[in-house]
Nanobody
Framework: VQLQASRGGLVQAGDSLRLSCEAS????????MGWWRQAPGKEREFVAV????????YYRDSVKSRFTISRDKARKTVSLQMNSLKLEDTATYYCAGTTTLYLSQTYNSPRDYHYWGQGTLVTVSS
């Protein structure tokens, strides 16, 4: 499975930005997909994940009600709509996919993921 993320960008605090990630390859529509991010000098952290069928999603607490993860009908493109962006959302965002069976096991460690896209930088300025 290959993952190709869209370009991030520079936005102001309070603005919105949408990231997309397209999966290709065998069974790419049957893996859970998520977003992780890594700020300079910090560990990579979980942002959101959506199940392979698009029915279930989880978010880190700090982005709940602001970010929405979604999946298209073909289940190969996953988007992350980010609203009300804050300075602390500045990071390199990574699209990732996992064949881990249970979605509840996919937000604790990046080691739970088997496929990674290239990182895309999101910078939120004041």
């Amino acid at each position: 499975v290959q993952l190709q993320a869209s370009r991030g960008g520079l936005v102001q605090a309070g603005d919105s930005l949408r990231l997309s990630c397209e999966a290709s390859g065998r069974d790419s529509n049957r893996i859970h997909m998520g977003w992780w991010r890594q700020a300079p000098g910090k560990e990579r952290e979980f942002v959101a994940v959506i199940s392979w069928n698009g029915r279930v999603s989880y978010y880190r607490d700090s982005v709940k009600s602001r970010f929405t993860i979604s999946r298209d009908k073909a289940r190969k493109t996953v988007s992350l709509q980010m609203n009300s962006l804050k300075l602390e959302d500045t990071a390199t965002y990574y699209c990732a996919g996992t064949t881990t069976l249970y979605l509840s096991q996919t937000y604790n460690s990046p080691r739970d993921y088997h496929y990674w896209g290239q990182g895309t930088l999101v910078t939120v300025s004041s």
